[in-house]
């Protein structure tokens, strides 16, 4: 028999998504492996420990004051604006500090601790992209004003009671702008700002030597990188799992199909990245395979709670598809510099695991729902996450110096390598 706790939700379920919350930063801690992977031998201290670094920053950040923008715990109605007759709630009003943490209904509380996760991811994913050339104080300056500004703004629309929560109620739409897992408020979020971070930093020295020709650079240690993606797996269903019974107020005979759904997505993401890098390249490439993999996961953030096996199987499918090839478009065509692959992985992945929830789930209206809620990160985030940050680039400068980055990462910023006991090469770019 089940009782219903003080807390304001059944025993059972708190207990259980309060186990799922604790294992879900096994995806945080997935992507940091993988940002150090990826990224040059010589900066993988730097690297790790500015994963680190990002995750203490947004957890102090947000508890301060990002929590009360979120509207995580009961506060006030937030801020509306009223336009055309419509409410417009566009930010929170909860309290500071999280006062009030200890009295607030049990959904509040574990919705709090989902968000201190999904905004240290939020946070990470541009500095894997921002590799072997950003400072440390640059990436939690960046990470201070995710967890204060941006992903609070997101998270409130999304989750918190904003207007994109209420686009059925105010406009008809469906059943709101769905996104359970963070499809949208955290990997397209987190993706679009890696995309800000390298238009801002431009690309390593010796990436384009030329135009239209790229060097080769590829990870040091691949098996960080598929590591990281195993790890991955269990924060992803953790995550999806806790995210289903908390945005969805999924019912326990749901769980099941989403995690299945999730294992699906990431496992048919991982065979169609395989099979492409074959045809490609005669054999599969690890790390675009590793990024095929977190491709499916990303996307399966967006529709793991919603849709059947075969539409993840399909979702999962066109990910591992896209990903690959449009990394080398990224690359090859627009000189974009992104070592971990963020833009691909997280932001088109999650983008259209958004867009799939439109097209799986029978709801009147709901694909034009989740197209406002693509319309909005693309119309509204990018372009004010690139101009906060280009602000930022002034005072704090993202970009390390060109000795710096000759020697590396962690000489010039810790004073000391990874990897003491082997001698790292210079790059012919820097003779």
């Not at 089940?2 to 998504?17: H, R």
């Not at 979702?315 to 449009?326: F, H, K, W, Y």
Request: with cysteine; net charge neutral.
């Amino acid at each position: 028999m089940t009782t219903n706790s003080p807390a304001g939700m059944p025993d059972s379920v708190f207990a259980l998504t309060l186990a799922l919350l604790i294992l879900s930063p096994m995806a945080v801690a997935g992507v940091a492996l993988i940002n150090t992977g990826l990224g040059r031998s010589r900066s993988a201290a730097q690297a790790l420990l500015g994963n680190l670094a990002i995750i203490a920053v947004t957890a102090i950040v947000f508890a301060v004051i990002g929590s009360s923008f979120a509207g995580s715990l009961p506060g006030g109605a937030g801020h509306i604006l009223h336009v055309a007759g419509k409410p417009w709630n566009w930010l929170g009003t909860g309290p500071i500090l999280m006062q009030g943490l200890d009295s607030a209904p049990g959904q509040s509380q574990l919705g709090l601790i989902f968000e201190f996760m999904a905004v240290a991811m939020a946070a990470l994913i541009p500095w894997g992209s921002g590799a072997d050339r950003s400072r440390l104080v640059a990436g939690c300056a960046m990470a201070a004003l995710t967890a204060g500004v941006f992903f609070p703004m997101a998270a409130h629309w999304a989750w918190g009671g904003g207007w994109l929560a209420q686009l059925n109620s105010d406009f008809g739409l469906g059943a709101n702008f769905l996104d359970a897992g963070g499809a949208g408020t955290v990997h397209v979020l987190g993706g679009l700002s890696a995309l800000a971070v390298i238009w801002i930093t431009g690309p390593r020295r010796g990436k384009f030597p030329k135009e239209g020709f790229s060097t080769a650079m590829p990870g040091h240690n691949a098996g960080y990188v598929l590591f990281g993606c195993m790890v991955s797996l269990v924060g992803c269903l953790a995550w999806n799992l806790a995210g289903a019974i908390l945005w969805l107020n999924a019912a326990a005979s749901a769980l099941p199909r989403t995690a299945i759904n999730t294992l699906i997505c990431g496992s048919a993401a991982l065979a169609a990245t395989s099979t492409v890098t074959r045809f490609r390249f005669g054999k599969p490439d690890a790390s675009l395979c590793a990024n095929g993999w977190m491709a499916g996961l990303v996307a399966s953030a967006g529709c793991a709670a919603l849709v059947s096996p075969f539409a993840s199987l399909f979702v999962g499918v066109v990910a591992g598809i896209v990903t690959p090839l449009l990394v080398e478009v990224l690359e090859l065509a627009l000189s974009i510099d992104d070592p971990s692959g963020a833009i691909s992985v997280h932001a088109v992945a999650g983008l259209w695991g958004l867009f799939a929830v439109g097209m799986f789930v029978p709801q009147h209206g709901q694909m034009l729902a989740q197209l406002v809620g693509i319309a909005t990160l693309l119309g509204v985030f990018l372009p004010l996450v690139f101009f906060v940050f280009l602000l930022l680039n002034k005072l704090v400068r993202f970009r390390v110096d060109a000795d710096g980055e000759r020697i590396g990462m962690d000489l010039h910023e810790l004073g000391g390598s990874a990897y003491p006991e082997f001698v790292i090469h210079r790059d012919e770019s820097y003779r």
